[in-house]
């Protein structure tokens, strides 16, 4: 097992030592900033802020919890950028190790078992991604300690809650799972009937996060765990919406949104009007949703597929400072069709040879995959990770899919894909 976690440990530090060296800022995305002034607020103010001036501390609702606090941790041993990522990095290589044992645990086989860690050890967004200071790794891997722990034994009342406390802490990291007690709960319910295990594992499940959601109350006047869904699903799906039907650009329609917000929260204390505005974004958006759904369910169509196959191409750039121009998946939209031009002309040839790769990577998985939900019968570990697969892929697609979004389903991508690849395999030594 330990040359599992050797092994991707090793394909992670590569890419990182070249960044320490030479692209240190490589590993701070435009996320990570707000992040780390949080971490800086909290030790310094006790405030959960981004206020990057350390002066106007106004309360933050757009991040959650667990990962501004890890970084706390992190940051009382050492404030270097690098040691953080070097941190996560050891993380990531965990969820190589974490995916070997899952597997194994399912398919009791020790040959896919190791297969399927190898091709999360080489996955290109999540080597990649294992570094820089955003929330995918510690996410990942706080995912597949649940599974982990909710596959390893009969959910009694004691196991249900453990597993169901790190359910919270995964929520937490990202409220994308704040559904996902639910699904695995009518899973578990389907599967082997556990009425009392399954209350427990929702209870706890939600435990530590109606503090989180006590505190928003207070702070803000809602329960919304962050107000990041509400904003993506106004300023992108109704975005995407209004180009479709306006023929404008998507920068366009961007600031058409943020003139339509500024008109009816003029003036006002965001601070204290958040949970209005939050709801605000909610109505408009479902509001441009129900009057184009056929617009909208074209445009989720898309962003399913993307979900599945869409390649991380700009991070990798912005990653390594192999590109003089650096654009993130939105910005894309907003420039000019000269400056687009000009970006895809300095995409980085090593760049290009990634995105090639990762291409053929996901086409690889996705025929194992189809292979696997087609002919794995009903074994309840994989048809559960098919429900996950599902769950993620779904809630992803309502705003603008990025590549990075795939990267905690990979562990559970890649299992299933061994298992369809091994009954491919055994099928054709039959014929033969």
Known sequence: MIKIFIFGFILRLIPFLY?????????????????????????????????????????????????????????LISG?????????????????????KIALQVTVNEKIALISACLVAVDIPSIFFSSIILTET?????????????????????????????MSLLILCRPIAIYLPVAISLFFLWKRKALKSTITFMVSSYFLVAFWSVRNYQEFNTINLSSVSSTNLYMHTSASIIVETSGISHFEAQQQLRSEFRTEFNGQDRSKEMGSMIRFCNRKAIGYIFEHPVIFVKQYTIGLIYFFIKPIRHYIDGYLGTSTVFYSAVAEKNVSSDAWIKLKKETSLLTIILVII???????????????????????????????LAYFALLSSITDVDGRFRIPVVPFMAVLAMVGWSKLMSKKFEHQ
């Open 19 to 75: 960044v320490s060296i030479y692209h240190p800022e490589g590993v701070l995305f435009y996320d990570s900033y707000s992040y780390l002034n949080i971490a800086d607020n909290l030790i310094d103010h006790q405030v959960f802020s981004q206020a990057a001036d350390g002066q106007s501390l106004i309360p933050d609702i757009a991040r959650t919890p667990v990962f501004p606090f890890l970084l706390v941790l992190l940051k």
């Open 80 to 100: 270097n950028i690098l040691w953080i990522s070097f941190v996560l990095l050891l993380v990531g290589s965990l969820n190589v190790l974490l995916t070997y």
């Open 138 to 166: 510690v996410f990942t891997t706080l995912l597949l300690l649940m599974i982990y722990f909710l596959i390893k034994k009969e959910l009694n009342l004691k196991w249900a809650l453990l597993v169901g406390l790190f």
């Open 358 to 388: 990762q291409l053929l990577f996901i086409g690889f998985m996705l025929i194992g995959i189809l292979v696997s939900v087609l002919r794995s019968g009903w074994n309840k570990e994989l048809i559960l990770f098919m429900v996950i």
